[in-house]
T-cell receptor
Framework: QQQVKQSPQSLIVQKGGISIINCAYE??????FPWYQQFPGKGPALLIA?????SEKKEGRFTISFNKSAKQFSLHIMDSQPGDSATYFC?????????FGAGTTVTVRA | NAGVMQNPRHLVRRRGQEARLRCSPM?????VYWYRQLPEEGLKFMVY????????ESGMPKERFSAEFPKEGPSILRIQQVVRGDSAAYFC??????????????FGQGTRLTVV
């Protein structure tokens, strides 16, 4: 079964806008929550990650918000740029095993 | 330092043939993970290997699929008697030690298998 549920499936945002992607998980044993960015024809690359004892982490224009009680976490892309157009995957790990969401295709219109 | 290298990038096989996918981890990495990505889906864990050992193959189909990571050479994911449902992108990742909160896995560019 899908251990990590991700939404929306796709989104379109204007340049300079904010992209928000949401994920929810069931297994409270997950101990690490990374986000991956994937461009067409490429492998996923780690973008930003958070541990469950932290409620927010920011790196440049990318912010993860984490709500442990609700078992939800989200990625915010501020000031979205055309170069951010990609597919984004949330994931949750239990030790070495990553469980991925289904992905969100983000299109940033100039 | 070259990244994780996978080959071939694209592989076409007829039903019933064998597919061999290769993965060379990053230099200094002795832990390899294989994932499968079906269209419109996220990556699904298949197997975790260290040199000469299979640590966890809980995500591998019970039949036709096998993986190895020999002492010398790349890791190999082998699919025997391929069927159309095996068509997917197969990604390999590597890490210097066991993956966890303080260890990042680096992914290769994937092998896109098409079964015709």
């Amino acid at each position: 079964q899908q251990q990590v549920k991700q939404s929306p499936q796709s989104l379109i945002v204007q340049k300079g806008g904010i992209s928000i992607i949401n994920c929810a998980y069931e297994n409270t044993a997950f101990d690490y929550f990374p986000w991956y960015q994937q461009f067409p024809g490429k492998g996923p690359a780690l973008l930003i990650a958070i541990r469950p004892d932290v409620s927010e982490k920011k790196e440049g224009r990318f912010t993860i918000s984490f709500n442990k009680s609700a078992k939800q976490f989200s990625l915010h892309i501020m000031d979205s740029q055309p170069g951010d157009s990609a597919t984004y995957f949330c994931a949750a790990s239990l030790g070495y095993k990553l469980s991925f969401g289904a992905g969100t295709t983000v299109t940033v219109r100039a | 330092n070259a990244g994780v290298m996978q080959n071939p990038r694209h592989l076409v096989r007829r039903r019933g043939q064998e597919a061999r996918l290769r993965c060379s981890p990053m230099k200094g990495h002795s832990h390899v993970y294989w994932y499968r990505q079906l269209p419109e889906e996220g990556l699904k864990f298949m197997v975790y290997l260290q040199k000469e050992n299979i640590i966890d193959e809980s995500g591998m189909p019970k039949e036709r699929f096998s993986a190895e990571f020999p002492k010398e050479g790349p890791s190999i994911l082998r699919i025997q008697q391929v069927v159309r449902g095996d068509s997917a992108a197969y990604f390999c990742a590597s890490s210097p030690s066991g993956l966890g909160a303080n260890t990042e896995a680096f992914f290769g560019q994937g092998t896109r298998l098409t079964v015709v």
